[in-house]
């Protein structure tokens, strides 16, 4: 198993920027794919950005393009999730998640993902 532990959340201007973290522990990183998602009061939950852990291929969908990086320390185990000029429509949940690298499903459906984390709330005010 997989635990993950995301933390950076909290209550921003817009046009701030903020940081989330993801702590993994448990099985090697390095067979797996890890994204953030999130997910706003009354909606489905959404792909945000994922990057392969070994090789550090990364994707974005395109309201957070120029905006959001994602990347990780293999050291640490830790995920990162730096948002940019942030707007009040990036106000969720925002969930680390990690993907088998063997994964059929495409890495932005939260399908493929096998272990969630718990959400941290990001708030930005107008």
């Known amino acids: 198993q997989v635990q993950l532990v995301e933390s950076g959340g909290g209550l921003v201007q817009a046009g701030d920027s903020m940081r989330l973290s993801c702590a993994a522990s448990?099985?090697?990183?390095?067979?797996?794919?890890m994204g953030w998602f999130r997910q706003a009061p009354g909606r489905e939950r959404e792909f945000v950005a994922a990057?392969?852990?070994?090789?550090?291929?990364?994707y974005y969908t395109d309201s957070v393009k120029g905006r959001f990086t994602i990347s990780r320390d293999n050291a640490k185990n830790t995920l990162y999730l730096q948002m940019n000029s942030l707007k009040p429509e990036d106000t969720a949940v925002y969930f680390c998640?990690?993907?088998?690298?063997?994964?059929?499903?495409?890495?932005?459906?939260?399908?493929?993902?096998?272990?969630w984390g718990r959400g941290t709330q990001v708030t930005v005010s107008s």
């Open positions: 998640a990690t993907r088998p690298l063997g994964s059929t499903r495409s890495y932005a459906s939260a399908l493929g993902y096998s272990y």
């Open positions: 448990g099985r090697a990183l390095s067979n797996y794919f």
């Open positions: 990057i392969s852990w070994t090789v550090g291929s990364t």
